[in-house]
């Protein structure tokens, strides 16, 4: 008998001692539950100090209450689960940028796949912030606003013991003199589940807003990246690698791999390594010297250890005076971080990428160049850093029109459970429905983006009168209506952290060549933009607020035929919107100082094409011309192409580069309508680039690293996702 959908939805309650939850089925919550907490430790641990999900933009529980609501007698619980999903706040403010979109986009790849995983992160109740952009001011951070109880699948673990109390947790902590604290946690967990509801990964986030919690540790972890002091960022790092293994271990959960997302969490190496000193106390009267000891320690632990570098910038890499962070760690601790985290270029600090590379069983970068680089950063570790190109998550980032035009043709059966699926979109190159269908698909998605920004503008005008705020578009201060964007415009499309060396200026370096051109081929463009620059990063604020300052100017030099546009509050929801409404997606680092870069693959996912430096996954996925275009210096990596100071950006070399090529790619726009290249690419992108670029494809490689026993028909599965690239030639 085929259950009714209402049914189906009611079978996802689940009553369990550390809660109720809701999206699963009592048998696949066990299922999960067991596989994790199983005796041999099958499973892996994956830490992450950031985990994208604000506003989550996918979420298969709401999408199944949405098409099956509940009806008729229903449980009290029931209704509150189905109200919560519907209406709740899709939100966890605690990424970023790439680094936690990308662990968000794995775990849910994860679930997919069906893999023995759980992740550890903490829970800022500050979240990252708030970004309101004005024209004179720039950028202002605010403080986010959220309330983790209010959020649907993220649930306050509760004590087995004591149903009534939340789990508390006691994570070690050391003031100056060796004085010891306990600090203790609660655990919100976040349910990933699956795209079909029949698997979960627990997200575990450790929330230190508790009384007892010293203040200024609970201070110190409110907000992700409070770069205020050296001291609040070594406590946050520490509060995440030193919670990991009592949080996995209150639930019975002995991982055999840990994998670090970056370098933050590697504590927890500290911690095993002390832990291992102390086990093998006896056999220090055997002779070996303390430091042998704590080698050999550190050579077991690097047995557990799997370690992703992000990027080859310094910023991303954690160091910190020796004098300091010796105040809130144990002696033991110490001892380790001095032999193992000692940086010989900068001996009274402690280098947290340097512990990461030596303690570990295998490293990898996160696309092939990033790879050549990490060999050239760090050369004693080149023979063991291996390339696994960073995917996203083709569930979270294909639009809702493109879906449906996915879902009617026979050639992309089961794209939703398999991205490798896309192959076969080369084989409707010639069809004409699809390829007319892709091209209604892209128009609406375009209207959808177009439609958002002028209300926008709008919004923005009619606020102006109200607040203090000038708006930070010009379009918004000019009153005529005849301003309103118009979506058949070539729009392109841009928007990432604005970290100087992504250099979000570049296009405009000679803007008197760019109007001139533009005026020359007298086509119209729209340039939008949007991202956050962290709030300590002055230079990044100082691009930002130089972006808003050219509006004008360019509007005017060009006789209004070009508008930079800035969307404020860079999301999830406005990154979707973008990478599926604008009609190629622009990306311009410093080469090779973008490790990967995801944006241009969620374009990509869309079939929208990417005019792009040669840098991170890019140079994997140009093939040559079929999927978009390439700009910019290409010369071999260097130790010094790693430079980030202004005058070794390239920006006079690249933009150059851009202006020649403009030209070509508006007139290949306008030639027709979307036209006939134009779509081409589209489906190129597809054909070549989702098959490689999605997590799926990622999380099987990093099984290959994983050493986990999963039952034949997964192994068969995956491997499957496996043989459709290879990051590591
Ligand atoms: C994808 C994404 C990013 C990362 O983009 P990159 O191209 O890797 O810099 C950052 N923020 C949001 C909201 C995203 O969706």
Known sequence: MIATSTQLTESLLVTHKLGNFFGVSRKVFEQVWNSLTHPEGNCVAYISMEIGADPDVYSPIA???????????????????????????????????????????????????????????????????????????????????WHPEEVPGLYLLKDPEKPERPLIIEIPFFTRNQKEHIVPAQIWMKMEVSHNLDYFIPELLLDFDLPETPAFIKSAVSQLYNAESSMIKAIQRRMLGAGILPALRALGISPKTFHLNEQHGVVLATQLIAEQLHNNYIEQTTGKSYKDQILTAANDVAKMLVYTIHTPVKAGHDRFSKLLYSEICSSACKDVLDILAQDDEHPEEYNFTNMAMRVNRSANSVSRLHRDVTHKQFPDFAHKISAITNGVHHLTWISENRSSVFDTFPELENWRSNPGVFRNAARLKNNATFRSDLYNAWKKDSAILI????????????????????????????????????????????????????????????????????????????????????????????????????????????????????????????????????????????????????????????????????????????????????????????????????????YFEDSSSFYTLLPNVLTEFYSAELSNDFIDKSIMNLSLNVPIFNTHRMAAEYLQRYDLVLQEHQMAEMAGYAKLYSSDI
């Open 63 to 145: 999408d199944l209450l949405k098409v099956s609501p509940l009806a008729g007698q229903i449980s009290e619980q029931h209704r509150f689960f189905d109200s919560k999903f519907r209406e709740g706040p899709q939100k966890i403010p605690n990424y970023s940028g790439g680094l936690g979109i990308l662990a968000g986009d794995t775990l849910k790849s994860f679930a997919d796949c069906h893999l023995p995983v759980i992740a550890v992160s903490l829970l800022y109740r500050k979240g990252y912030f708030a970004q309101v952009v004005d024209s004179n001011l720039g950028q202002i951070s605010q403080v986010v606003d």
């Open 451 to 650: 439609q958002y920004i002028n209300t926008m503008l709008k919004k923005h005008r009619l606020q102006m009168a109200e607040t203090w705020i000038d708006p930070p578009n010009f379009l918004s201060t000019i009153s005529d209506s005849a301003t309103e964007l118009q979506p058949d415009v070539f729009t392109v499309g841009f928007a990432r952290r604005f970290s100087t060396y992504k250099r979000a200026d570049l296009i405009f370096h000679d803007l008197d060549m760019l109007c001139r051109i533009i005026v020359d081929c007298g086509y119209p463009i729209n340039l939008v933009f949007a991202g956050k620059a962290h709030p300590a990063d002055e230079p990044g604020k100082n691009v930002l607020k130089y972006l808003l300052s050219l509006q004008q100017k360019l509007h005017e030099k060009s006789n209004g035929l070009a508008n930079l546009i800035f969307i404020p509050g860079y999301d999830m929801e406005v990154a979707k919107m973008l990478v599926s409404g604008v009609h190629a997606w622009l990306n311009c680092p410093k080469r090779p100082l973008e490790a990967s870069g995801t944006s241009g693959m969620k374009a990509a996912m869309n079939g929208v094409p990417n005019i792009s430096i040669m840098d991170g996954w890019w140079v994997e996925g140009y093939h040559n011309g079929s999927t978009g275009w390439k700009f910019g210096h290409e010369g071999p990596i260097e130790s010094s192409s790693l430079n980030e100071s202004r005058e070794e950006l390239l």
